[in-house]
């Protein structure tokens, strides 16, 4: 990461703790290694963020249906999915400090490809190869442990009342997928679907990240918005596309530059995929996964079947054929929508000499939309009248109301949480029943009538 990349993240990162999006988790006790808290406008950012997906991935898609399954679930679920064998990261240990490393990022920073599906041997090969270039982040030495395998799921004692946490641990869940593919009879038989057809899910997940850093990009608990499609195995593909397409698209509508985003295909595929890309985003510390698109053939149903002994075969019987419906997916974090979204509207300009930070969301993505101010805190009439817009507009946008310090701080304020509309009560407004409306962007400051105020937002809000 250059300097100035990395110059750009601490901004972002102090931006967050500074106006209330983003705060390291337990903060009081020293904090709590990649967790993290959302604060008020964070909040709202996230649940913008969510909002969003849902409108696009289910309420404007005739065929896929939304779900919120459990963060528990049958341990089986994970022998089934391959995670208490496979989900294992490469780990070593620097032998003078003892920090932790994952091996495959480590090798990949210093330009060498470990690939996930590597084995043990051939990792450990690649470390000797290399010994020296990789140094330890913490002390800079350069002499390590040899390279363990370390399993990512999360255990809980969760109906055991044994002292032993390994004795039939129950997982959090390392995925929100597994909850869908669990439920995906119950979909079909329940609700008005046939493959193909899509069942969509927000929800927590849970992993042992070995090195989890770079602020929310991958931290340990997260949120996933996941679309699992259901789909005729001939059908497979040209869906896939039709996916990808979709899903650059929205990323484009979310507000994110297109100069920012590019498709990363997967060269070495799991046994079972199709085909895998992701689209990557580039944050501060480069161009990094934002969401995966996998097309995953049959083998999360055939899994789950064979585990169960459920039969999965769905029977469509105008094309009189049966078959275990193929896996299209689309998958994204939250905290990472979050970090792009934050990253895209961070801005620095020059005004009158000064640095203006102005967070520039979309309309759409703003945590609040309308500040409203009335001149003076000391004017009881301003302050009545000012209380009375607010009111107003409360229930149609998230509204703030601020007669802290002056005028101009408070434009700071609204403009580092990316305010879209400013509206101050002055004494004109006691004469001539308007208010001044100042624009985050262009600054400008025109004058709305109070009976013609809705009318202006709501044109505004929709442009
Ligand atoms: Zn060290």
């Known amino acids: 990461m250059s300097k100035q990349d990395s110059e750009l993240m601490e901004k972002i990162i102090s931006l967050c703790k500074r ?16 967790v993290y808290d ?79 599906k590597m084995d043990l041997a051939e990792i450990n090969k690649l470390v000797e190869e290399n010994k020296g270039k990789i140094v330890c982040p913490n002390c800079k030495k350069i002499e390590f442990t040899e390279v363990k395998k370390f399993n990512q799921l999360v255990k809980s004692n969760l109906g055991n009342f044994t002292e032993d946490i390994n004795e039939n641990p129950v997982y959090l869940r390392g995925e929100t997928c597994q909850g869908i593919y669990v439920n995906y009879k119950n979909v079909l038989d329940s609700a008005r679907v046939r493959v193909p057809f899509g069942i969509a899910q927000i929800g927590k997940a849970f992993r042992n990240e070995i090195t989890a850093r770079q602020f929310i990009f991958r931290t340990r608990e997260f949120e996933q918005m996941e679309l699992q499609y259901f789909v005729p195995p001939n059908a497979e593909m040209d869906l896939y596309e039709e996916l990808r397409k979709n899903r650059w698209q929205y990323y484009l509508d979310l507000g994110l530059s297109e100069s920012k985003l590019k498709w990363h295909k997967h060269e070495n595929l799991v046994f079972y995929a199709k085909e895998a ?24 149903l055939t899994q789950h079947g064979k585990f169960s002994g459920v039969d999965f075969t769905y029977t469509d019987q105008k094309n009189d054929e049966s078959y275990i419906p193929h896996v299209i997916e689309a998958s994204v974090g939250v905290g990472r929508t979050v970090l792009a979204v934050l990253t895209e509207a961070y801005t620095e300009e020059e005004v009158n000499g000064e640095t203006r930070i102005v967070m520039k969301f979309t309309k759409n993505m703003a945590p609040v939309k309308v500040a409203v101010f009335p001149l003076l805190k000391n004017k009881p009439e301003l302050v009545e009248k000012a209380k009375s817009v607010f009111e107003s507009l409360k229930s149609k946008y998230m509204c703030e109301f601020d007669d802290n310090g002056n005028v101009g701080k408070r434009y700071r304020r609204q403009d580092e949480i990316g ?40 044109e505004k809000f929709s442009e």
């Open 19 to 34: 106006r209330g999006f983003i705060y390291p988790s337990s903060e009081i006790y020293g904090g709590f290694a990649a």
């Open 38 to 116: 959302y604060g008020p406008y964070g909040v709202e950012l996230e649940k913008a963020v969510k909002d969003f997906w849902w409108k696009r991935v289910v309420q404007e898609n005739q065929n896929v249906v939304g779900l919120d399954a459990a963060i528990f679930m049958h341990p089986k679920t994970w022998e089934a999915s391959g995670h208490v064998s496979g989900f294992a990261d490469p780990l070593m240990e620097c032998k003078s400090c003892h920090v932790r490393i994952r091996v495959d990022h480590a090798l990949e920073e210093i330009g060498i490809f470990a690939d996930e």
């Open 277 to 300: 890309y992701d689209i990557e985003y580039e944050f501060p510390f480069g161009f990094k996964e934002l969401e995966g698109v996998h097309a995953r053939g049959d083998y999360d």
């Open 419 to 458: 305010t879209p509309y400013c509206i101050t009560v002055d004494f004109d407004t006691l004469e001539d029943d308007a208010v001044t409306v100042r624009d985050r962007d262009t600054m400008e400051q025109v004058r709305v009538k109070l009976d013609e105020l809705q009318n202006w937002l709501s």
